[in-house]
């Protein structure tokens, strides 16, 4: 089927739902000037491992985290979200469909464009918890300390390490926005994957929760090993792909 014909499709599941969910990850922000971890320009080409993202490793060595997510963090501050995450926004805001997101992304990005519902699976970079008293602050109270790549510590009080509020490999994902998660797949009647390799679990579960003859649409650059279970898939940018369907969908409503 040729690109016309896949966005006619889309555009029909669009008309059609009114409840959708949508799993987002790290392809949705990278026309926000945010790397990605897997495509040929991701993070992991220049970090040596995922081991960076290990809790294990954090608490060894957290001078090696904190060398490595200082330029992400500052693309994150920097960021603003792009036509994709606007789309997006728009078929609740403007549409009227009830949207949920849950996102695999750190990046806050789907919230400053005003989507109202989503869910942040891996958590967010905007708050750290210290690793000795479990105080809590800010990304904004050390933004120079994130900035420079050093270990960021808890100062004035106890010194300990603070690590960012996401969520590391070998971490529980927060109870609340996972359970949230699985109960907006199974009540969706059109589910759509956007900007994630679904290489990471349990996130990439949850498009398979939804109820039978529910749609599954998979919008990403690069093969996805659920490609064969969707009824639509792209492998065009999200910054193309929804606000084309989105402009074809206001323009039939
Ligand atoms: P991933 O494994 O890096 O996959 C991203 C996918 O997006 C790849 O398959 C790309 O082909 C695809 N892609 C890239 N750009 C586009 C585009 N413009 N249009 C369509 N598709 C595109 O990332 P996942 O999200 O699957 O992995 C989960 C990790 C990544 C989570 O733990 C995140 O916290 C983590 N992460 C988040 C961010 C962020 O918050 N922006 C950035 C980097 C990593």
Do not use: W
């Not at 960076?52 to 060894?60: H, M, P, S, T």
């Not at 809590?136 to 690590?163: E, I, Y």
């Amino acid at each position: 089927m040729d690109y016309s014909e896949r966005l006619g499709r889309f555009v029909k599941f669009l008309k059609a739902s009114q409840r959708i969910a949508v799993l987002s990850g790290a392809g949705m922000s990278t026309e926000s000037g945010i790397p990605d971890f897997r495509s040929s320009s991701g993070l992991y080409k220049t970090v040596t491992s995922e081991e960076v993202f290990d809790i294990g490793c954090f608490r060894r060595s957290p001078e090696k985290f904190y060398d490595v997510i200082a330029p992400l963090y500052v693309s994150m501050l920097e960021a603003k979200p792009n036509s994709g995450h606007k789309a997006l926004s728009e078929l609740e805001l403007d549409c009227g469909k009830d949207v949920i997101v849950a996102t695999q992304n750190i990046d806050g990005l789907h919230q400053k464009a005003g989507s109202k519902v989503v869910h942040e699976l891996h958590g967010g970079m905007l708050s750290l918890t210290c690793q000795s008293c479990g105080g809590q602050v800010p990304a904004s109270a050390v933004d120079a300390d994130l900035r420079s790549g050093k270990v960021v510590r808890h100062r004035p009080t106890c010194n300990g390490v603070l690590k960012p509020d996401i969520v590391f490999f070998g971490e529980m994902l927060p109870e609340g926005a996972f359970s949230a998660s699985i109960s907006a797949m199974k009540r969706a009647d059109l589910v759509l994957v956007l900007g994630t390799s679904l290489a990471v679990y349990p996130a990439a579960s949850l498009p398979g929760l939804r109820r039978g003859g529910t749609p599954l649409v998979i919008v990403n650059k690069t093969e996805t090993n659920q490609d064969d279970n969707a009824d639509l898939v792209f492998h065009e940018s999200l910054g193309e792909v929804l606000p084309q369907a989105l402009k074809q969908l206001k323009s039939g409503l």
